[in-house]
């Protein structure tokens, strides 16, 4: 397993990802990006300090995506995410992964929280998250809307102190 920055080269992947249906209730996406409103979000991704975003690669081919979306240095906390290609899960990839990452908020960019949302169905992330040790804050009633349908999202989180025990 790697983890590398992304770069030029994933933004095809990216968008394929992005736009791929059966993903849109893991991350929580409800519209299809056109190759325009890509083309801008991934030219501000690679100069955006407020995001670190890095691609998963298992024996050379792309797994997914992690990473970091909207840090805020002043309160020194960051919402997480993570996705893998449903061929890549269940491998174990998703534990090294937040390892790894997790890792990189305390270290890199001196995180004292790290946050993150994922719907109530997705029971298996959820249950990944316990396992490295997030905490449930609360739940976002109604929260995200697809297919004609609401669904609720817990937020979780895990503090720097809470990771080393």
């Not at 990216?14 to 209730?25: A, G, I, M, S, Y």
Request: charged share 30%; proline share 1%.
């Amino acid at each position: 397993m790697l983890l590398r920055p992304i770069e030029n080269r994933d933004k095809s992947s990216l968008l394929l990802w992005t736009n791929d249906t059966e993903l849109w209730p893991y991350i929580l996406k409800h519209k299809e990006v056109t190759e325009e409103e890509h083309e801008l979000f991934f030219s501000d991704l690679l100069l955006d300090k407020n995001r670190a975003y890095f691609i998963i690669e298992n024996d050379g081919e792309k797994a997914g995506l992690c990473g970091f979306r909207d840090i805020d240095i002043k309160n020194k906390k960051a919402e997480f995410f993570i996705f893998l290609q449903k061929a890549f899960r269940n491998k174990g990839l998703a534990m090294q992964s937040i390892s790894h990452v997790l890792d990189y908020g305390w270290r890199v960019c001196q995180l004292h929280k790290i946050y993150l949302r994922v719907g109530m169905t997705n029971t298996h992330a959820y249950n990944v998250y316990k396992k490295v040790g997030f905490s449930t804050d609360g739940i976002l009633r109604d929260d995200f809307y697809l297919s004609e349908q609401y669904y609720d999202v817990l937020m979780m989180s895990i503090l720097e102190k809470e990771s080393n025990e």
